[in-house]
């Protein structure tokens, strides 16, 4: 079992930063490809970045150059540095973490955070 919590989230205007923080217990940390998601009100939970055991980042094109992924192995700790926010990038965060199968896919992970709510204002 592998328990997370994310926090970090918060209200913010358009064009600035936020940085998410997905603390684990449990298993070790660093056995997991670790993942963010992300489900807007009346959407579906979308895939926003992944980053595997060896460190091999993913993310989506919505994303792309304004959001980073990173984790502190010893901190056994995921984060999501986002920058440039856009009002598009309102939803609730999920942190998850999967030991096998795609990163692009929820039904993958095998556990997720409660979320965390981030809010961009025009």
């Known amino acids: 079992q592998v328990q997370l919590v994310e926090s970090g989230g918060g209200l913010v205007q358009a064009g600035g930063s936020l940085r998410l923080s997905c603390a684990a217990s449990g298993r070790t940390f660093s056995g997991y490809t670790m993942g963010w998601f992300r489900q807007a009100p009346g959407k579906e939970r979308e895939f926003v970045a992944a980053?595997?055991?060896?460190?091999?980042?993913y993310y989506a094109d919505s994303v792309k150059g304004r959001f980073t992924i990173s984790r502190d192995n010893a901190k056994s700790t995921l984060y999501l540095q986002m920058n440039s926010l856009k009002p598009e990038d309102t939803a609730v965060y999920y942190c998850?973490?999967?030991?096998?199968?795609?990163?692009?896919?929820?039904?993958?992970?095998?556990?997720w955070g409660q979320g965390t709510q981030v809010t961009v204002s025009s």
């Open positions: 980053t595997t055991r060896i460190r091999v980042t």
């Open positions: 998850a973490a999967h030991y096998s199968g795609s990163y692009y896919y929820t039904s993958s992970y095998n556990y």
